[in-house]
């Protein structure tokens, strides 16, 4: 009359097909719906040391020439598909990407993208400097600022923490 196992864990069993009976025959059962999984990015904290605003400010008046483009990410519903921005300052222009993901290999895989169009060379006098929010998809510093050999290609700086309006002109 007593069973040795916990009440969800029947349930567990039915829902992994274990036991002959399914959940239609759980009159409760039918009526719940599964449980929202989150899902977490995994965001590496440590590649912002050296590349903070503070830092970005040094460099930027130790090269007053170099041209600065800002970098952003538009999100519309979670899961649907994600636009990397890229603002020209100087230019006052913008590009826009269309992405699967919100994720850092997409964003590389579109610099990784332009450098193969623009050449080294060309691509250097562009992106010379890159201003980047504290997003999951700009987690991977080095692959944005180095190609597949290993050649130097750009610099990358995050804003500080709740402050987009250091990148303004691409938040606007």
Do not use: W
């Given at each position: 009359d007593s069973i040795m196992v916990s009440e969800r864990t029947i349930y567990r069993l039915i829902d992994a097909r274990l036991l002959s009976s399914m959940n239609?025959?759980?009159?409760?059962?039918?009526?719940?719906?599964?449980?929202?999984?989150?899902?977490?990015k995994k965001v590496d904290r440590t590649c912002r040391i050296g590349r903070d605003y503070d830092c970005f400010l040094s460099y930027r008046a130790e090269h007053p020439d170099f041209p600065v483009t800002q970098l952003d990410s538009v999100e519309g519903k979670r899961g649907k598909k994600v636009l990397l921005t890229i603002h020209f300052l100087k230019?006052?222009?913008?590009?826009?990407?269309?992405?699967?993901?919100?994720?850092?290999?997409?964003?590389?895989?579109?610099?990784?993208?332009?450098y193969k169009i623009l050449g080294h060379s060309n691509f250097q006098k562009i992106f010379r400097i890159c201003l980047a929010d504290n997003g999951s998809e700009?987690?991977?510093?080095?692959?944005?600022?180095?190609?597949?050999?290993?050649?130097?290609?750009t610099k990358l700086f995050y804003c500080n923490l709740n402050a987009p309006y250091q990148k303004g002109s691409a938040e606007r």
């Amino acid at each position: 009359d007593s069973i040795m196992v916990s009440e969800r864990t029947i349930y567990r069993l039915i829902d992994a097909r274990l036991l002959s009976s399914m959940n239609i025959d759980l009159p409760r059962k039918v009526r719940y719906r599964p449980r929202k999984k989150t899902v977490h990015k995994k965001v590496d904290r440590t590649c912002r040391i050296g590349r903070d605003y503070d830092c970005f400010l040094s460099y930027r008046a130790e090269h007053p020439d170099f041209p600065v483009t800002q970098l952003d990410s538009v999100e519309g519903k979670r899961g649907k598909k994600v636009l990397l921005t890229i603002h020209f300052l100087k230019a006052e222009m913008m590009l826009a990407f269309i992405r699967d993901h919100n994720d850092s290999k997409s964003v590389i895989d579109i610099f990784n993208n332009l450098y193969k169009i623009l050449g080294h060379s060309n691509f250097q006098k562009i992106f010379r400097i890159c201003l980047a929010d504290n997003g999951s998809e700009f987690s991977n510093p080095n692959a944005i600022e180095k190609d597949s050999d290993g050649n130097f290609r750009t610099k990358l700086f995050y804003c500080n923490l709740n402050a987009p309006y250091q990148k303004g002109s691409a938040e606007r």
